[in-house]
Nanobody, 124 residues
């Protein structure tokens, strides 16, 4: 069954760290630009970080630059997001999906069905 499965979320204190993983099952992952998105209730989903499918170009939103690191393992069909220095403003449901990714922007273009996401909650 083709699906995206996000894991690794949880409850952490301000300043803590988490590592999110996203596994693409039954999907062609290699060569696809991939991104992490997050959403809080009542707000639109926002792009957080992305990585090009070829060449390794990355983009980070201003709010996470310097704290989050995106990486991928094509052999495992898995995308990662290392999150450090977490703040309550990072509290959201995090999703991964294909992304239109450039050095200065990212957005959702052609994408797969969204997974269930993984909840990140940062306490103050």
């Amino acid at each position: 069954q083709a699906q995206l499965v996000e894991t690794g979320g949880g409850l952490v204190q301000t300043g803590g760290s988490l590592r999110l993983s996203c596994t693409a099952s039954g999907l062609t992952f290699t060569g696809k630009a991939m991104g992490w998105f997050r959403q809080v209730p009542g707000k639109e989903r926002e792009g957080v970080a992305c990585m090009a499918g070829i060449g390794g170009t990355t983009y980070y939103s201003q709010s996470v630059k310097g704290r989050f690191t995106i990486s991928r393992d094509n052999a495992k069909n898995t995308l990662y997001l290392e999150m450090n220095g977490l703040t309550p403003e990072d509290t959201a449901m995090y999703y991964c999906n294909r992304a239109a990714c450039a050095a200065d922007q990212m957005f959702v273009g052609t994408h797969w069905d969204w997974g269930q996401g993984t909840q990140v909650t940062v306490s103050s």
